[in-house]
């Protein structure tokens, strides 16, 4: 089965741009996710959905970032404007669902590295 | 302080040797503890799973262990080879918090010729 899609897979902007990346769950999924990773962390989850709703944002930094998954499939999340720190790789995942208490195994996409100059 | 606490950050061996990696955590009640491999430049991809009931787990070459009394995790990668260089994570389940995963720091493994 084809697996989770991102775009770009680089980018490289000036601090105070805007930014957006894209993601493609593995079909079917219901939930998606999105993480940042700086670079020698492990991942910090950014926001969750469970099909179109928000599960969890409470480590967005909403005055700068947001997110979308109108239609329950594909979902993009913007930096608007960008700082230096937002430097990082951000990952999208996705699982079949989610489940109180359990947690189906998450597959995550390749990553869009993210360079802000 | 982290949930989740790995050792060491960095870890470099010689091709054929064994190797453990070691994930402290906090959180209680988990569900579940994953450990997963991320490769330079690709997103992680799991290779184990245990629950709190579960004492160890194996997939090819990786052994996971957990100690649910201690709260200790490790992973042991056996004969390594350079396939194995890459970061792995050890990741808790937060039953509190609805299964939301606590992710370690990770360990930097280099597996040399």
């Known amino acids: 089965e084809a697996g989770v899609a991102q775009s770009p897979r680089y980018k490289i902007i000036e601090k105070r741009q805007s930014v957006a990346f894209w993601c493609n769950p593995i079909?079917?999924?219901?939930?998606l996710y999105w993480y940042q990773q700086i670079l020698g962390q492990g991942p910090k989850l950014l926001i969750q959905?469970?099909?179109?709703?928000?599960?969890?944002d409470s480590q967005l930094p909403k005055d700068r970032f947001s997110a979308e998954r109108l239609k329950g499939v594909d979902s993009t999340l913007k930096i608007q404007p960008a700082k230096l720190e937002d430097s990082a790789v951000y990952l999208c995942?996705?699982?079949?669902?989610?489940?109180?208490?359990?947690?189906?195994?998450?597959?995550f996409g390749p990553g869009t590295r993210l360079t802000v100059l | 302080k982290n949930q989740v606490e790995q050792s060491p950050q960095s870890l470099i061996i010689l091709e054929g040797k064994n190797c453990t990696l070691q994930?402290?955590?906090?959180?209680?009640?988990?569900?579940?503890l994953r450990w997963y491999k991320q490769d330079t430049g690709r997103g992680p991809v799991s290779l184990t799973i245990?629950?709190?009931?579960?004492n160890t787990k194996s997939n090819g070459r990786y052994t996971a262990t957990l100690d649910a009394d201690t709260k200790q995790s490790s992973l042991h990668i056996t004969a390594s080879q350079l396939s194995d260089s890459a970061s792995y994570i050890c990741?808790?389940?937060?039953?509190?918090?609805?299964?939301?995963?606590?992710f370690g720091q990770g360990t930097e493994l280099s597996v040399k010729p």
């Open positions: 995942a996705s699982s079949f669902t989610q489940i109180a208490g359990e947690t189906d195994t998450q597959y």
């Open positions: 079909s079917g999924h219901a939930t």
């Open positions: 959905f469970q099909n179109n709703g928000v599960v969890d």
């Open positions: 994930c402290n955590y906090t959180v209680s009640p988990f569900s579940n």
């Open positions: 245990m629950t709190f009931s579960e």
């Open positions: 990741v808790v389940s937060d039953r509190n918090q609805g299964g939301k995963l606590i």
